[in-house]
């Protein structure tokens, strides 16, 4: 096994990041677009019904509604959405020998994914950046002081983000993943960040508020916010969140 600096997908994260100083002179191979639906013109059709019959299925309207919001109303979340929206995130809900598994699922059960909040405008919760404590089902304090111009920014500047209730930042620790793995490790923790936030975004529904993914961030400046080295742990995906503004008025890219 080789060590974690020289696994093929630990260099392939590292590699990628962005910096504000370099991005522009990033090297982008110029690979041919492709259509965005795969297409099989000679199959036979089968046509799906669209009447289903579970219409008492809670999620459907979750589902359906889900859109990337951008923009927010300016009115807090409480504590108890913003604690419902995490356990939805990474909550423990069985206990099964040493494993303890959660909302979402993990390669291997091994839950590389770490969970940072920009707390903006949460009720009861003094603004800063927080950690998500799992097993404790609580938060850690890493900083207080209003971050969320300083994420905006650190997410390549953009702005709607200061203006969530909170931005959920998640990071993932290596070795968690790869030490069982090796780089097929890798996928699972990209994976592993997917199922999280779309839990996160699904619950944000719940609430009556909606979330943006973003994945286009400085990585230096992200990781130095949460207080993160960049090579054991990095933060590799966030969404902002807050309360949805009348319909119609949301913002779109
Ligand atoms: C991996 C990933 C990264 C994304 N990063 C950003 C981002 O940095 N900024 C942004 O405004 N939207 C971002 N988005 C949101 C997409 O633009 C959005 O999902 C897409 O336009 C489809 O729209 P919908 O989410 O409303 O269905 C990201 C989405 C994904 C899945």
């Known amino acids: 096994m080789p060590k974690l600096g020289e696994c093929t997908g630990y ?25 965005i639906f795969k297409k099989y013109p000679d199959a036979d059709k089968v046509e799906l019904p ?19 919001l951008r923009k927010y109303k300016m009115e807090p979340i409480s504590l108890g959405e913003l604690a419902f929206m995490l356990w939805a995130s990474q909550g ?23 969970t940072y909040i ?6 009861d919760l003094e603004p800063g ?6 097993e404790n089902f609580a938060l850690d304090k890493i900083r207080t002081g209003d971050q969320a111009e300083t ?9 709607f983000m200061a203006s969530s ?19 097929r490790g890798m996928r699972y923790v990209l994976l592993d960040a997917g199922h999280i936030c779309q839990n996160t975004l699904t619950a944000a529904e719940a609430i009556g508020s909606g979330g943006c993914p973003v994945a286009a961030f400085y990585d230096d400046e992200v990781n130095d916010l949460l207080g993160l080295d960049g090579k054991d742990e990095t933060v590799i995906y966030a969404a902002s969140v807050g309360k949805k503004v009348a319909p119609g008025k949301q913002s779109e890219l």
Not at 24 to 34: F, G, L, Q, S
Not at 129 to 134: A, C, L, P, S, W
Not at 166 to 178: A, D, E, K, N, P
């Open 11 to 35: 260099k392939y994260i590292q590699e990628t990041g962005y910096r504000r100083d370099t991005i522009k002179k990033m090297m982008r191979p110029a690979i041919a677009e492709t259509g």
């Open 50 to 68: 669209r009447s289903w019959s579970l219409k008492e299925a809670r999620i459907i309207p979750l589902l359906q509604h889900r859109r990337s």
């Open 92 to 114: 423990i809900t069985a206990k099964s020998g040493n494993y303890s598994f959660r909302t979402t699922p993990s390669g291997g059960a091994l839950y590389p994914i770490e």
């Open 118 to 123: 920009a707390a903006n405008h949460i009720e």
């Open 129 to 134: 950046i927080y950690h998500f404590d799992v």
């Open 151 to 159: 994420v905006a920014n650190a997410c390549m500047n953009q702005k």
């Open 165 to 183: 209730a909170v931005t959920f930042l998640w990071s993932v620790i290596f070795r968690r993943s790869m030490s069982k793995y090796g780089n």
